[in-house]
């Protein structure tokens, strides 16, 4: 076992302990630490389609709400730039409480990341889709999950790879066989990029939240998206709360500014030719050392969207996977 994968399992054994020993809104019957053999890629050989990256083996926590023998409905969390946060394992909790299983992955231990925040290059944005494809292998084979009932939920960066593992491109050279998400629950996503065929996603549902006061990853992208896929007859739509800034759903963040976190807000890219991303503006390959790449937006929690997120997901969930 290499020291990352050491650090990353003392990480989410913390956060497991944080879940269960402080007041929570339901116990888990048990939780388990999972290798997840992954690869580090570019965006560029991630959009190839090569497999030839830095293997690595990340970690996941998955929390079963109950004992027995019957396969259960289960949730994949993908955390944010600033790694598993309070809203991620708060999301746990509450989806433990309505029957669902839990898994937490970790992209950014196992590789010596603390954070991407502050420095967006650290890790290709488009890593986090084969991370999340290949937890979902790790928990198809799983003697208590239901394989066809797996949903996959992210927040930020985490809510991107969400939103983009439903292309059918990246499943078809990512995905595990014979498994595919069930629905996605993209939070505060960033839509700046349009990739070669995006148009063409599960038919399964997606369901967008995002915050309208969001200054870090506006929303205005998200919906010139979700009226493309619209118009292209795909389930998805897009919920909006007033006054909500980014991270609205993290009960540990205040509403202010972060003044070293990089934002692509003012930022618009495509994907021309295949494999190379590029500013739409200048036409040249996007770096973040781009002059549209800006610094401190604001985050920080809302409870009263965060109250009416956690509704209209466990209700949604509670429809489609039947737990």
């Not at 927040?155 to 990512?174: D, N």
Request: aromatic fraction near 8%.
């Amino acid at each position: 076992m290499n020291i990352y994968f050491r650090l990353a399992i003392f990480g989410i054994t913390c956060l497991s302990c944080i879940g269960l020993c402080a007041p929570i809104s339901a116990q888990v019957a048990r939780t388990e630490l999972h290798a997840i053999p992954t690869l580090t890629l570019s965006d560029r050989q991630f959009l190839l389609g090569e497999k030839n990256g830095t293997s690595v083996t990340i970690a996941g926590a998955l929390r079963v709400p109950r004992l027995g023998t019957d396969r259960l409905p289960a949730v994949i969390l993908v955390h944010g730039s600033g790694g598993i946060g309070g809203n991620v394992d708060r999301w746990s909790q509450e989806l433990n409480s309505i029957g669902l299983a839990t898994f937490v992955i970790d992209s950014f231990t196992a590789r010596g990341i603390q954070s991407t925040s502050a420095n967006q290059a650290l890790l290709g944005r488009l890593n986090m889709v084969l991370d999340s494809y290949r937890a979902l292998g790790v928990l198809a084979a799983h003697p208590r999950i239901d394989p066809e009932k797996v949903v996959l939920m992210g927040f930020s960066r985490g809510g991107q790879a969400t939103l983009y593992a439903s292309l059918k491109r990246f499943e078809r050279m990512y995905g595990p066989e014979g498994a595919t998400f069930a629905a996605y629950v993209p939070f505060y996503a960033p839509c700046f990029t349009t990739y070669i065929g995006d148009e063409d996603v599960s038919e399964n549902p997606i369901r967008l939240f995002h915050g309208a006061a969001d200054d870090y990853v506006p929303v205005a992208p998200c919906r010139a998206y979700v009226e493309r896929l619209r118009k292209v007859g795909k389930d998805v739509t897009l919920t909006e709360y007033p006054d909500a800034h980014h991270a609205f759903d993290n009960p540990l963040l205040k509403v202010g500014p972060a003044p070293q976190s990089q934002t692509t807000r003012r930022c618009m890219m495509t994907e021309e030719p295949v494999g190379t991303i590029i500013n739409a503006v200048t036409k040249q390959p996007f770096t973040m050392e781009d002059p549209c790449v800006e610094h401190g937006p604001n985050l920080g929690y809302n409870a009263a969207a965060t109250a009416s997120a956690t509704q209209a997901v466990t209700e949604f969930l509670q429809v489609t996977l039947k737990p």
